[in-house]
């Protein structure tokens, strides 16, 4: 199994250009969650989702936008990239019933 | 809401020494607490879990943790660690609700001297 899977793994973006940061998972998990990790912190949440069609906001959504149109996928969008979105972001999934994380490779995005 | 603190920025061992990672949290309720490990340029791997029962929890790599509810903590602990041991540790916990979200310390990194 590929697990969670994250495409790019670095990024660099202008002020004010838009990208898609890709993750997959092929377990059949409903739970999916985008967190950014920024140097010497801990992981932020910034959306998840419960389930296909389903997504809320977590702790530091402002700038970011997701949609889950099938159980594999929860792509993460940037609009308007800002230089306080470098970071680190990282896809995780879990399973019904195991409160776990399962987590990709993450994506290094550098806004300049 | 839920936090995490992990008091130690980064702690520098022996190879062969024994370690311990602290972790206190806040919760309302019976946590789920959980410990990650991320190698450099990784992403995040699960060491172990608490959710309920026996409160010393084993896990993968020869690590364990101690649930302790009256002290909040849930601390980790290795009897000798090695040097690939070394890394970045983070503490977690995460909610008992549908979502499930976890809320994640500041992460402890390890040092292993030779």
């Known amino acids: 199994n590929a697990g969670v899977t994250q495409t790019p793994k670095f990024r660099i973006l202008k002020i004010g250009q838009s990208m898609t940061l890709q993750c997959t998972q092929d377990m059949n998990h409903n739970y999916m969650y985008w967190y950014r990790q920024d140097p010497g912190m801990g992981l932020k949440l910034i959306y998840y989702s419960v389930g296909a069609g389903i997504t809320d906001k977590g702790e530091v959504p402002n700038g970011y936008n997701v949609s889950r149109s099938t159980t594999e996928d929860f792509p993460l969008r940037l609009e308007l990239a800002a230089p306080s979105q470098t970071s680190v972001y990282f896809c995780?999934?879990?399973?019904?019933?195991?409160?776990?994380?399962?987590f990709g490779s993450g994506t290094r995005l550098t806004v300049v | 809401a839920q936090s995490v603190t992990q008091p130690d920025i980064h702690i520098t061992v022996s190879e062969g020494a024994s370690l311990e990672l602290r972790c206190n949290y806040s919760y309302g309720a019976t946590p789920y607490l959980f410990w990650y490990v991320q190698s450099p340029g990784q992403g995040l791997q699960l060491l172990l879990k608490?959710?309920?029962?026996?409160?010393l929890v084993q896990g993968i790599k020869g690590f364990e943790a101690e649930f302790k509810r009256s002290q909040s903590s849930f601390n980790l602990r290795k009897p000798s660690v090695h040097w690939s041991d070394a890394a970045e540790y983070f503490c977690a916990v995460g909610a008992q609700d549908n979502a499930g979200k976890s809320t994640f310390g500041d992460g402890t990194t390890l040092t292993v001297k030779p």
């Open positions: 995780a999934s879990r399973r019904e019933g195991d409160y776990g994380y399962t």
């Open positions: 608490y959710f309920s029962g026996d409160t």
